[in-house]
T-cell receptor, first 112, second 114 residues
Framework: KQEVTQIPAALSVPEGENLVLNCSFT??????LQWFRQDPGKGLTSLLL?????REQTSGRLNASLDKSSGRSTLYIAASQPGDSATYLC???????????FGGGTRLMVKP | EPEVTQTPSHQVTQMGQEVILRCVPI?????FYWYRQILGQKVEFLVS????????KSEIFDDQFSVERPDGSNFTLKIRSTKLEDSAMYFC????????????FGEGSRLTVL
């Protein structure tokens, strides 16, 4: 059974700092991995999707990497802004399955 | 930009009552999903739906739950007889493709069972 873990659970940084959020998964036979942003009481906004054949994906100040062999993905946020404050979730899709398995999220606070 | 819409945003119901949560997926998407998030816990998969039938469901999705696509645009989740532990945020999602597809989620429907 796939387990997804995100460390740290919470992170507070000053504005402008570059930061890395970590996601680990136990079953390396994933089909893809998706990163989401969740604002308090709101839905999930898709940030990046990495297919198993890819090493990384970039969108603006965000860069996500995937290392299947070590069971890890990272989300790099460059030049963080207060508007980046939210919970960031990663979710892995196992081969031949429909379901995404979610991590518990990292709650990010960027202080002005 | 196309989005998944869900109604109601919040519903309060008494234990034992039936609840229907509604979703309008993105129009050209073919795969539909329901997930839920109990307060303070991880987002959990409930069910996926394609071509008018359930393609996969989790252990959570027992006989009290059902899904339906009653017309060309709506996708519904019915909870037949709600329990206190059904209180959660319920998210609808859709994707164009199955395995390679990016999932797009709605804003959620918060269900409170009293």
């Amino acid at each position: 059974k796939q387990e997804v873990t995100q460390i740290p659970a919470a992170l507070s940084v000053p504005e402008g700092e570059n930061l890395v959020l970590n996601c680990s998964f136990t079953d390396s036979a994933i089909y893809n991995l998706q990163w989401f942003r969740q604002d308090p009481g709101k839905g999930l906004t898709s940030l990046l999707l990495i297919q198993s054949s890819q090493r990384e994906q970039t969108s603006g100040r965000l860069n996500a990497s995937l290392d299947k062999s070590s069971g890890r993905s990272t989300l790099y946020i460059a030049a963080s802004q207060p508007g980046d404050s939210a919970t960031y979730l990663c979710a892995a899709r196992v081969n031949a399955g429909n379901m995404l398995t979610f991590g518990g999220g990292t709650r990010l606070m960027v202080k002005p | 930009e196309p989005e998944v819409t869900q109604t109601p945003s919040h519903q309060v119901t008494q234990m034992g009552q039936e609840v229907i949560l509604r979703c309008v997926p993105i129009s050209n998407h073919l795969y539909f999903y329901w997930y839920r998030q109990i307060l303070g816990q991880k987002v959990e998969f409930l069910v996926s739906f394609y071509n008018n039938e359930i393609s996969e469901k989790s252990e959570i999705f027992d006989d009290q739950f059902s899904v339906e696509r009653p017309d060309g645009s709506n996708f519904t989740l019915k909870i037949r007889s709600t329990k206190l532990e059904d209180s959660a945020m319920y998210f609808c999602a859709s994707s164009v493709a199955l395995l390679a597809g990016e999932l797009f989620f709605g804003e959620g429907s918060r269900l409170t069972v009293l």
